[in-house]
C-alpha cells in the first residue's frame, strides 16, 4: 500500500477537527465572572457545569487538594477553588487565557507549567481529588498515565477521555477491550492524538493502573467519564458473617514481605481462611494496604481448604511499613499483616540454620532430586524486612531458586524452601545462607 493510500485511509477514519470553531471562539473554556462578563468560548459553560455536576466529588472541598491535569483555559480549577479547594492546575504549555482568568478571579490556585510525564518527580504531594479530563489521548503511554494518576490521588480521579465507541459500547460487552493506535494525525488531525479506546478499554486499564473501584459515569458523542476510586466502599455496618483470618503475605514473585514501589508489577500473594464453608471469587475480596483498595488477579482453593489470592501493591507507596487487610464484600476487615515497601535489607547479626530436610520426606540432612526435589529448612537472625533478593541458599556453589520465606516462628526461626536443580551432582555438598552480606556456617547435606 502506498504511502498516500494509507494516509487516505487513516485521515479518514476519524476526523473530530475543532480547530477551525477553536480559532474563531479563541477560548475553549467558558466563562462568567463575578461582575457579569462572560467568555464565550468553544465549550458552552453549561456543558462544563454539566461535567462538573457528574463528578462524584463533595459540593464543600474547603480542606481538600485537588489537582487539574491539562487544566487549559482552567475552568475547572478555578470552579473547584470556588468549591473551596486548595488547587494545583499543571500544563505543559503556558496558556495565556488561564492567567488572564487567574488574574481576573484574583484566584490563588497554583499553576504550573509541567508536562504530565513530570509529576511523580515534581513534589506536589497527593490530593484528594485528581481531574484528569481530556488528556489521556494526548499521552504516548497511556497506561503508566493512568498508573501515575492512580499514585497521586488519595479518594477519586476523574478520568474523561476520547473513546472509539461512546454510542455503541453495549453492544460488544465481554469482547476483549481494544485500542486503537495514531501513529501520525489520524485522530482531529492532531499530532499529539494518540490512542482512541473503547469504554471497555477504559475502564480497563483504570482497573490495571491500580484503583480499588471503577465506575463508568457516562458515555455518548465522542467521550467517556470514569470515576476512579482509590478506596473500597464502607464495609457493611452489619456484617453478615465473621471476617476471613489472615494467615500470611508474600511478595509473588521474589518470596518476602519486602517490595518495590519502583517495579513496574508487584504482586501480594496474601494466604487466607474462610470463617465459612464457601466459593470465593476475585470480586468478592477487598484487599487494603494502607487504606488504598487493591484487586484480586485470582484466587484459589489450597489443599488444606485455606485460600491463596493474588494482588496488585498500590503504585506510588513511599518507603515504610504498611499494613494489609482483607475483608470479603459482605464482611468487615480480617487481623493485620504487614509489608516493608522500599527499605534497605538489614545486616542479621549472625545467621543460624537448623532443620534442613527433604521438603517433601522431611529426612534431615538430605534431599532427594528425583522427580524434582526441594529442600526445607529454619533460619533465625532474620530481619522482619526480608527479601529472596538478598538471600542466597547455597547447595555447594549452586543458588538454589528460593520458593517460600516465612515469618519468624515463635521458636525464632523462619521457614524457608528452595528448588533443587534436577542435574545437581549426587553426594555431599555444603548448603549454607547468606542474606545481606552475612553467611550461616556451612553444613553438610546430601544430593540423592
Ligand atoms: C482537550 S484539552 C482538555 C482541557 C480540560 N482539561 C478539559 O477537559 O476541558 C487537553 C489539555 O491537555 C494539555 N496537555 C496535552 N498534553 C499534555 C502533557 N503531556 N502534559 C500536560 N498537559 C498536556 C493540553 O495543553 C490541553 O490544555
New binding site residues.
Partial sequence: MSENSTKTIRESARGLDFSQDLLAKGW??SFEFPDGAVIDGY?PLAVQKERYARYPIPDDLRGKRVL?????DG??SFETERHGAQTIA????E?PSFLQVHRRLGSKVDYRV????ELPAAGLGKFDVV?F???LY??RHPLLALEIVCGLTTDVAIV?SFVIDAETWREHQGAIPTLEFYETFELGNQY?NWSGLTVACLLAMCRAAGFARVELMYAGGNYAGVACYRKWEAAPAQPASAPPELLFVSNGRTPGNSFSSRKSEEYLECVFRSPTDREVSPQDLRLEVSGFGTRAIYVQRREDGSWAASFRLPPALDPGWYPVRLRFAETGFSNELRIAVDLPAERPDQLTVKDVCDGKSWERGQVSIAGGGFVSFWLSGLPENRSALDMRVLLGDIPLQITWIGSTESSGYSQINAKVPPDLAKGAHDFQIRFAGVSSQPQVVRVL
Avoid: P, R, S, T
Fill in positions: 475553549y473554556h465549550m487539574d491535569i491539562g487544566a487549559w475552568w475547572f499543571i500544563d505543559c504549555v496558556i509541567l508536562d504530565f510525564y481531574l479530563l481530556g488528556v494526548h499521552l474523561e499529539d
